[in-house]
C-alpha cells in the first residue's frame, strides 16, 4: 500500500460578512432547504438532493478525502453574520499533478434566495486565499459558458477561460498569485495582539 500524504484540512474562515464553516452531516436539516431549486441545477444538471442523499453526501465530503486517498476534498457551509442563516456553499478538491506542487478545483453554489448580493466571489476569494496559506498554487474551476456570475467570480479570482470543454463546461486555470490582497482572516489569527503588559 502506497503512503498518501495527509491533505490540509476545512478550518473556520472569516470575511466581512460570511463565516466559512467547514462541513458537517449536522449541515444537511438547513442545508437542503437552501439547495432545494431546480434552479440551481440549470447550468451543471441533475436535481436538487433530498434530505437523506444530502447526508450521505456530507457524511462522504467531511471524510476529507477521497476514498482512495489521491483527493483531498475541503467543503464550507457558508452562514451569513447578520442573521445566521446558511446562504450557500463553497468546495476545493485537492490534487498533486505530476509536474508537482498542489492543485485546487474550486466550486461554490449560492442559494437562489440569496444570489446577486456578491456572497458566491466573497466566499471564493476567503477560500482561495486559504489555499493559498495552504500551498496550493494553481486554482481551476468548470464553468458553463453560459453562467456570466460563475465566470465573473472566476475573473475576480484571476483565473482565464483555456481552450479545454470537458462536459460542456470551459476550464478557467490561474496561479494562486493572481488572488488580489487578502480579504478574509482566519479566527486563529483574527485577534489584534493587545497593549504591552
Known amino acids: 500500500m502506497t503512503d498518501v500524504p495527509a491533505w490540509p484540512r ?3 474562515v472569516l470575511t466581512p ?3 466559512l464553516e467547514p462541513l458537517r452531516v449536522q449541515h444537511a436539516p438547513e442545508a437542503v432547504t437552501v439547495l432545494d431549486d431546480v434552479r440551481l441545477h440549470a447550468w451543471t444538471g441533475g436535481s436538487p438532493c433530498t434530505l437523506e442523499e ?3 453526501r456530507y457524511r ?3 471524510a476529507g478525502r477521497s476514498p482512495d486517498g489521491r483527493h483531498g476534498w475541503l467543503n464550507w457551509m457558508l452562514r451569513r453574520l447578520a442573521d445566521g442563516r446558511l ?4 468546495q476545493a478538491t485537492l490534487s498533486r499533478p505530476e ?3 498542489l492543485e485546487a478545483e474550486l466550486a461554490w453554489v449560492i442559494g437562489v434566495a440569496h444570489q446577486g448580493r456578491g456572497y458566491g466571489g466573497e466566499a471564493a476569494l476567503a477560500m482561495a486565499g486559504r489555499l493559498r496559506d495552504d500551498g496550493v498554487d494553481v486554482l481551476t474551476a468548470h464553468i458553463h459558458p453560459g453562467h456570466r456570475a460563475s465566470a465573473g467570480i472566476a475573473r475576480a479570482l484571476g483565473l482565464r477561460a483555456t481552450d479545454r470543454v470537458d462536459e460542456g463546461e470551459v476550464l478557467w486555470r490561474g496561479p494562486v498569485t493572481a488572488l488580489p490582497a487578502r480579504t ?3 479566527p486563529r489569527t483574527s485577534r489584534r495582539p ?4
Open 10 to 12: 476545512a478550518t473556520p
Open 17 to 19: 460578512r460570511l463565516r
Open 54 to 56: 444530502l447526508e450521505a
Open 60 to 62: 462522504r465530503q467531511a
Open 87 to 90: 446562504v450557500g456553499t463553497v
Open 99 to 101: 509536474r508537482g506542487g
Open 184 to 186: 478574509a482572516r482566519t
Open 194 to 197: 493587545g497593549p504591552p503588559p
